[in-house]
């Protein structure tokens, strides 16, 4: 609320104080002219009235100054609010969202590329290993799902999921489970749990420890 318009209300609950004290004394007057035919009380009566109708008059002035500093201060938000819009929606444009996702997709990119450069990576090293006879090191062979063995890990060429779409999904769901935790812990629950996969077991860990030192500085 405008100074202008907190002034404008305070001056009308004055005047309507002022009349309805007029009222009361002019209704008492009117009862002793009345009862009593007195001429004083008929003087004072008079001199109510011309008072009471001034009352009238000021609270109706004070009541359109109400109305000029509403509309005045109405005109004010609405230029203030067009003002934070624009300012905020420029902030946010249509050029920094395109950065924004330019940056994404060379991120998605690089995921993609070193995933499927993993999954290639164990392909190539499971027909290596069969070729030179390896089958101390070879735990499972059906057909091309093969599970061997390389300085003690062990390496699915079925079932790791390290490829660049399987990457995604876990980016994904890693990012979703992070959105639940603060509405859960409000609750006075634990945040979801980290899907069991490899490297969003590890994604959750390395993204704890950002969260933590980011909040210990």
Known sequence: ??????????????????????????????????????????????????????????????????????????????????????EELESLGLERLAEACEEALRAIGRVCELGDARQAAVVRHAKAFLELGMLDRVHHHAGSWVVFEADGVRYDTQNEHLDGRALLTVVEGERHRRTLIPGRRAKGFTGPEPDRHPVAQLLAKRLDAAQAAGGAE
Request: glycine letters at 2%; charged letters at 45%.
């Open 1 to 86: 609320m405008t100074a202008e318009l907190a002034e404008a209300r305070a001056q009308l609950e004055d005047a309507r104080r002022e009349k309805a004290e007029l009222d009361g004394l002019i209704a008492g007057l009117e009862a002793q002219v009345v009862d009593e035919e007195s001429a004083e009380a008929e003087r004072r009566l008079a001199e109510q009235y011309s008072l009471e109708r001034l009352a009238r008059v000021r609270q109706e002035a004070a009541r359109k100054r109400v109305e000029r500093a509403e509309v005045a201060e109405l005109r004010e938000r609405r230029e203030a609010a067009v003002r934070a819009a624009a």
